[in-house]
């Protein structure tokens, strides 16, 4: 995406939020080709247009914005969902990222956070509200054991260590840091759990790992 502008989508049935912050985006040189009010005009409109991000909420009559999310991971896979909703319980956070979002933010998350979730999305990598991350951890990590055949069950200690502290929301470059790796060995190893554990982002992957007890 380096030169390009960022084409998006935005979904939001709450009128004044959904025109300001198309209007704070395109002044941040992010190109709105869509807007909605509904999951289902949001669909059809992204499955025209083809942007590159679709800003998704959660809460809107008639289709949810999860129900939404998964129609759009199917219809158009290459499309990257990121939600930004008033809602951060952890039931609908976990629920989102299952469905395919690759990232979560809140409405009163400051408007250089969501630009940065954005390219994030945009560049193929994930962004989660910090707050929410915290509470997505401790909240639905529960002590049970990894059942035996289960996605994941087949990871290497190395790869157990790293999917830990993608849990805790650290990046490839604090994961190197961490374990004393290349930032290379790192992306092989991610590349590596996702397959394992057949998510398609790191996000899912620590959503999913923490719901089972693998960490």
Known sequence: MQGERIRVVVVDDHELFREGLVQ???ERGIDV?????????GIRQTCEVNPDVVLMDLNMPGMSGIEATQRLSAAAPLVRVLVVT????????????????CGYLVKDAPIDQIIDGIRA??????LISPRIATQLVRRIRQPTKVESGLPGSELTPREFQILELIARG???VEIARTLFLSQHTVKNHVSSILVKLQVENRIQAAVRAVRRGIV
């Open 24 to 26: 704070l985006l395109r």
């Open 33 to 41: 080709v869509g807007q909605a009010n509904l999951g289902a005009e």
């Open 121 to 126: 999305a945009a560049r193929g990598e994930s």
């Open 86 to 101: 008033v809602v951060a319980d952890e039931r609908n956070v976990t629920e989102a990222l299952l469905a395919g979002a």
């Open 170 to 172: 650290m990046d490839n």
